[in-house]
């Protein structure tokens, strides 16, 4: 390791800048003015720090790096090619085209090296938080003395409007709490946003606020020095006691004449001549774009070599922590890979059925607690709410410093870090996040949401008091359009189960739904547990829909009902039988996205295209209801905000009875037999 | 006005303190420890500070007070009763219970004298800075020499939670930029949220947090004591440089022998016993619950006489400006009325017609400056988007100290907090705010919109980049569901403008629904202008869907488009005709919710009944369109996340394309015809 400058450095640097802005250029379309301004940074970073192996990216004490800066995605691009990673020149050169891998910003699972799916301000950030506490957790669980074989750092590059987020404050300020030492933030301080100066809206002293939030603050230093930044972070890396924030002042576009420091060299690019006449400033002696100098290409290439005896070394490491712990490496290796253990599933069998009428979310919280027992790597919290969510695990303790081992996170009321966080937790590996809140502060933390759906992650999101039966606290504390909001979610599935015996199955989904994230949407109110006599068992869930009430004689019309109101359906059959002579089937719905994945045989028997005479029962929007019941089928559910008053009244005043279900039942059935 | 605590002043504290837990107690819900705790911080304020009359809360020159931590709403409501405000006794002895006017949070239009509704965290906080940033704007545009008719304060009280949620370090940092010395806001530290000591989640320095966001903290000082909160009010009021934040040391549960300090006095009510030992800890004499000692009702109702006082003045003064300045003082009325000027809709006349094909964020934004040169109340600004959005108001300047005549407001990359703040600013009363961003980021902003719908505020926001139109940038930066996620919340307008013509006639709507809040929602790419030979003029707009091109004989199928799919979706019946003889309807719909508003008559006008054969095409999620084309109509969309590539091929790849919008309709007159 040097301390300054080389020939060799500067090459580098400016063959990452040049690179990127000729993807850009060959684009017509990014970003070239961060690249241009962090190049140095990221480069150090790289260069002297970050111990990863391009051959391997899935090397589990790799050091991650986030881009939360996602615009700057040509600048990771070009590291990755540089450092030999599988990605192409030719990806480059069809930057943010169909088929490349180097897609507009950073995206998990197309891109080799690509941590996270960054583009939306602050999520990075609060991904890396999410990361080194996994770091931490992984840490406290597996390591043994004369053992460190989870022993990596997470590092992050942020830029102005990460920090103006409130998502990163939240973030940051719980990595404080939590005295995250190994994360290190570089932040790529230039003082330009798309409007302009950020002195037109960002006049904070970011260093204090991060001194605030207990954060070892570092800098300012010069960004485009390589000496101060490679300084700073070995200052940051010194003192494992906080996490560390290192502001560097760089210029946007740097190297641009015309355009360096402005927001002109943001968002678009540069244009041929300036990008020829930046590429003079910098000293780039290539004309031809693309154009990677051999030494430039060695010198960092030797990430690989360098990547390669990491693991070695690592793995070696590792062989002699199997023979110490052969049960802890198994287990670490299974966590890791995202594999249940064996026989999982049983442990629901430990989940006592419910006697009398019970919130579904006290079942849920059984259910998350009889899978902890036995699936050590799920952990999560609650945004405050853990009392009334019902997911704290009983036999653990809080995930605190200075032990890490404790299951229950403590994400205090940040609703949109929590969600952001546990994806991070699940970026990371080794663990099997879920975060709950109420359902109507599913709001708070939707980007967060779609962005785990987006990638895939095995995520469980615990949302309770899911309506109106929320009560008292009135219509800000009441979901109306939010069921749907998460119904909306492509990649997203959800769970409204109906009673205990359908919790403990959507807990059972959720586990085993490893390919994406699961929703499990439950009531604050007590719910009968469901009469299932004359119908399929609670298992079914697993299909969606399933037909949980079937009279004595073809139905003459069918009940499509989820969660709560379920039994307010099931009731209404009853009442239709005895004092109509109408033959009602009942459909717990508790899943629509699982139905729909059904093949289209079960679907018609489930629901049968013939039986046009259809109601649903939700007490939420109806809109969508459509797609079940047609346009001549009757929704009852709430189509405005509610009310403060106590849930059962409510209920009766909204209209989500079984009075009235019975009447749009009677009279569609009147209808056809005219 | 005194220094120190007197009897009286301790009897009134206990009275509010009684009366708070009193309702909760008869309500057997709601929150007493926060009551308790911040009674004499607010009783204070109230007491020695607040210029308000009880008598005429929509007086406007009155000091706004924003109870951020709604939870303690009953606090609110007992000082609300106690100064004389038109709330009963019996609303407090019916406290959370249908009908009440003291509903479980504060509820704008509900209560007289509640000045926004809040609960979800943080949000009482950025209206704040809102009705503060709409304070000094009219004091810039209209005081003047010797005439300081708009001169008020306002005050906020916060909670641990409003300050762990990132919104309100978003509209912090924004207040201390723009240097919002009229901001005062106080903060009940009583280290405690529902999960227990704030500790465990929350150690920040907040004083060095908001001394770093450019704030005045005082403090900590003794938020029990009378004359130190008296104090710390006092210094804050005397500087006016800077937003003031005063942290006040309580004790939740304040006086409950078991309950004071844990979070066991947050959310539940203390139970008979223990309110009973609370009182005698605060040695109040009665037994009684709802007990009102004479005297201090008698020292507290005088805010009635200091309320007439002062509003007397104040209009005394506004007369004599009014003699001065007549065409102001006219202007500021109505403005304050939210009344548009007359003859405003003419301004859209000035919006050049587009002769070629344009984004419609590009005549969005040109209609927005033809209003704005006649709708002076009409200010607004982006999410650091503006170049983008096209949202600036040309001939104006930003909204900064120390002038703060702009009427572009700089919001920095703060999606959140922009939205909470323009419904402060429709809160105040004087402006008609707008906020922008891309159409994907709504989803940081969800809740703050959700309460614009739920309080019925004339705000409007503007999403631009509505689809994967946006190409390059990703699936990070295409909406796929959040059309459908405006359309979900209750009581929001959504217009989506196919083209030049009905970007203008969105704007035009948007400006007349001053009873509640407007979703534009616009392209990025270009879209021809609509040929209208054959249909409804744009006009028709407001009618939330239009014939817009009607084939020379009856339909065979309609086809049915929003936005800039509705050119698809013409060029597709030009082409059904022209290759197979098929009639096609096509209906613009911009808007569902101005749609479900029309007559019967009117809505099977456009969609009539027995016209089954309905493909609907939107570049969005399926999800809901079965409510217009039933369930064996076809809907074209995407339901899955996007891609990085650009926009037109996209188009093609998704299918969203003449060419499948024909053969679906076609497939489906196939079935008819047999």
Redesign the interface.
């Known amino acids: 390791m040097t301390n300054s400058q080389t020939e060799r450095d500067s090459l580098c640097i400016n063959t990452i800048r040049t690179l990127s802005i000729d993807a850009v250029q060959a684009?017509r379309?990014?970003h070239p003015g961060a690249p241009l301004g962090a190049a140095a940074m990221v480069y150090v970073l790289w260069d002297r720090f970050l111990k990863h192996n391009p051959a391997n990216p899935a090397w589990p004490d790799r050091d991650r790096f986030v881009l939360s800066a996602?615009h700057a995605s040509a600048l990771l691009y070009s590291l990755l090619y540089l450092t030999g990673y599988d990605i192409q020149l030719e990806d480059l050169r069809s930057f943010?085209?169909?088929?490349?891998k180097a897609?507009?910003?950073p995206?998990l699972g197309l891109t080799p090296g690509v941590e996270t799916?960054?583009?939306?301000?602050g999520q990075g950030f609060a991904n890396a938080v999410g990361m080194a506490m996994a770091e931490r957790w992984l840490a406290a669980r597996y390591n043994r003395p004369g053992h460190r074989i989870v022993d990596h750092h997470t590092y992050c590059l942020v830029s102005?409007?990460?920090l103006?987020?409130?998502?990163?404050?939240?973030a940051a300020?719980?990595a404080?709490?939590l005295k995250l030492g190994r994360l290190v933030v570089l932040y790529d301080s230039n003082g330009i946003?798309?409007?302009g100066s950020?002195s037109?809206?960002?006049?904070?002293?970011?260093?204090?606020?991060f001194?605030?939030?207990?954060w070892r603050v570092i800098g300012p230093v010069d960004g485009l020095s390589v000496s101060e930044v490679e300084n700073a972070l070995t200052e940051a890396r010194s003192d494992e006691s906080r996490p560390s924030l290192i502001i560097c002042r760089t210029v946007i576009g740097y190297g641009s004449p015309n355009k360096a420091g402005s927001?002109a060299a943001h968002g678009e690019p540069l244009g041929e001549d300036e990008t020829r006449l930046t590429k003079k400033q910098l000293g780039w002696e290539y004309e031809e774009p693309f154009t990677i100098p051999r030494e430039a290409l060695d010198a960092m290439r030797a990430a690989r070599a360098r990547g390669a005896g990491w693991q070695k070394d690592w793995e070696k490491r590792f062989a002699a922590y199997r023979r110490e712990f052969p049960v802890e490496a198994t287990n670490l290796e299974r966590e890791l890979s995202g594999v249940l253990p064996d026989g999982w599933e049983a442990l629901l069998h430990g989940v006592p059925a419910a006697t009398a009428p019970t919130a579904t979310r006290v079942t849920a919280g059984k259910a998350l607690n009889a899978l902890a027992a036995g699936v050590p790597a799920l952990m999560g919290g609650?945004a405050?709410?853990?009392?009334?969510t019902k997911t704290s695990i009983a036999d653990s303790v809080?995930f605190?410093p200075p032990a890490y081992s404790g299951r229950n996170i403590?994400?205090?009321?940040?609703e949109?870090?929590m969600a952001s966080i546990c994806n991070g937790l699940a970026l990371h590996g080794g663990v099997i996040p879920y975060a709950s809140t109420f359902l109507?502060?599913y709001?708070?933390m939707?980007?967060a949401v779609?962005?785990a759906?987006?990638m895939g992650l095995h995520v469980i999101f615990v949302f309770t008091h899911d309506s109106i039966g929320v009560?008292?606290?009135?219509?800000?504390?009441q979901p109306?359009?939010h069921v749907?909001?998460l119904?909306?979610?492509?990649?997203l599935t959800v769970i409204r189960p109906a009673d205990a015996e359908e919790s403990v199955e959507a807990w059972r989904t959720a586990m085993a739904n490893s390919a994406g994230p699961t929703a499990i949407v439950l009531t604050r109110q007590n719910v009968p547990a469901i009469d299932r006599s004359a119908g399929a068992p609670a298992t079914d869930l697993a299909r969606g829909a399933y037909v949980v009430w079937e009279p004595s004689r073809t139905p003459d019309v069918i009940l499509i009902a989820t969660g709560s109101e379920v039994s307010i359906a099931l009731e209404a059959a009853q009442q239709l039988w005895r004092d109509g002579d109408t033959a009602a089937r009942v459909v717990s719905m508790p899943s629509w996205e699982l139905f729909e994945a059904q093949p289209q045989e079960y679907r018609e028997r489930v629901l049968p295209p013939v039986l046009h005479q259809r109601v649903s029962v939700e007490a939420g929007?109806t809109?969508?209801w459509?797609?079940?019941i047609?346009?001549r089928g009757r929704a009852i559910g709430i189509?405005?905000?509610g009310?403060?008053?106590?849930g059962e009244?409510l209920f009766l005043?909204f209209g989500l009875t079984v009075k009235s279900v019975v009447e749009a039942a009677s009279s569609l059935v009147k209808g056809v037999r005219g």
């Open positions: 684009a379309s990014g996602g943010r085209q169909w088929g490349s897609a507009g910003h995206e799916t960054t583009g939306p301000l102005d409007g990460d103006q987020e409130g998502l990163s404050s939240e300020s719980l404080g709490t946003s798309i409007e950020t037109i809206s960002f006049t904070e002293d970011v260093a204090g606020r001194a605030a939030f207990g927001a609650s405050d709410l853990t009392p009334s809080d605190a403590r994400f205090g009321v940040r949109h870090a109507v502060f709001d708070y939707r980007p779609r962005l759906a987006l009560g008292e606290d009135g219509p800000t504390h109306i359009e749907f909001g119904r909306s979610v492509p990649g929007r809109l969508g459509e797609r079940y047609g346009i189509d405005h905000f009310m403060s008053a106590p009244e005043k």
